[in-house]
């Protein structure tokens, strides 16, 4: 019984995103074609050493554990939560190299690196589990609300969204204590922006926290907010069941516009210039005013979950192919 609950509940967002997707093997947007009709390639040093100033294009992919959904760059390794065997799967970026499976227990569904630890959360129980990035030993496991989600780290302090209970937890990372959790009506992922910790809550709104965990101002949104991200400057985050993707003002919460999306969304990530959304498509969008670049189907018409950037390539989480898709 409780797997067929965890089906249910878990996946509630994922199975909606299968229904909604496009027939398409690949879309171009105008300003993709522009792109790679002369544009120049890309500032960022490490695509060009790979000769990686296409828009996007599907290298490879890599199997994991059953049913991927977080995904976490530790500066040389791609990691991936494996919600449906309790695992949490490290490669090797370079080349996908399989460099360990470590158990963790529960349900794993979002990781988060802090610099030395991975940190994975058990999307069905209460806890979440801290591995050394190096060895994959495992250094503790902590409580938190219920059904921990995505996080965030603040440089500190471990930021955990409970999916359950609508609140966020605040552990310190260097030992794990719990600093103080924090109500936010409906938290289901973290972003931190060098000051703030935002968080997108499953109703209509992303709610601004200051580090003690006091409330800095509530914004309506598109949709049920899910992933959402940090570009530097402003923060993005996805409506699942609205199609969109929402940019906002880092310093003043003000919304700098709203844009579609072909199905639902799921996850977002920064890559140093543009944007990349997950769930029925792939979707790169140009930060700097939203314009969709390219549009992406995953193999075997799947859908992702979670997301990174490695410096070079962007991760996907395909849940449902028990993989990972590198672009």
Do not use: C
């Not at 609950?5 to 171009?28: M, T």
């Not at 554990?65 to 490290?90: C, L, R």
């Not at 979440?128 to 060895?135: E, P, W």
């Not at 991200?229 to 919460?253: E, H, L, M, P, Y």
């Amino acid at each position: 019984m409780k797997r067929v609950w965890v089906g249910a509940s878990l996946l509630l967002v994922v199975f909606a995103i299968a229904g909604l997707r496009s027939g398409s093997a690949q879309q171009e947007s105008p300003a993709q074609r522009e792109a790679n009709n002369g544009a120049p390639p890309p500032a960022n040093p490490l695509k060009v050493a790979i000769l990686h100033w296409y828009h996007a294009n599907l290298t490879t992919s890599f199997k994991v554990g059953k049913q991927p959904y977080g995904v976490a760059f530790d500066g040389s390794n791609i990691w991936t939560a494996n919600n449906e065997d309790g695992t949490v799967t490290k490669l090797r970026a370079s080349d996908g190299e399989n460099l360990g499976t470590f158990q963790v227990g529960g349900n794993p569904t979002g990781l988060v690196f802090d610099g030395a630890n991975m940190w994975a959360s058990d999307g069905d129980g209460g806890t979440v589990t801290k591995l050394r990035a190096s060895d994959g030993k495992n250094l503790g496991t902590f409580n938190v609300g219920h059904r921990p989600w995505w996080m965030a780290f603040d440089g500190e302090s471990i930021w955990v969204a409970n999916f359950g209970d609508g609140t966020v937890t605040k552990l310190r990372a260097s030992d794990g204590k719990n600093l103080g959790t924090f109500n936010t009506n409906g938290a289901i992922a973290v972003a931190y922006d060098g000051n703030y910790v935002w968080v997108s809550t499953w109703n209509t709104s992303v709610v601004r926290l200051k580090k003690d965990g006091s409330n800095a101002g509530t914004f309506q949104v598109s949709g049920k907010p899910l992933g959402i991200a940090f570009d530097g400057r402003n923060i993005w985050v996805v409506g699942n069941q609205g199609s969109s993707v929402t940019k906002i003002d880092a310093k003043t919460g003000s919304t700098l516009g709203t844009f579609p999306y072909p199905g639902a969304p799921y996850g977002v990530a920064f890559d140093g210039e543009d944007i990349w959304v997950t769930g029925t498509l792939i979707v790169r969008y140009r930060a700097a005013d939203g314009e969709q670049i390219g549009i992406f189907n995953h193999p075997d018409n799947s859908s992702t979950a979670g997301i990174a950037f490695d410096g070079a390539n962007i991760w996907a989480a395909g849940t449902f192919d028990n993989a990972v898709f590198k672009y």
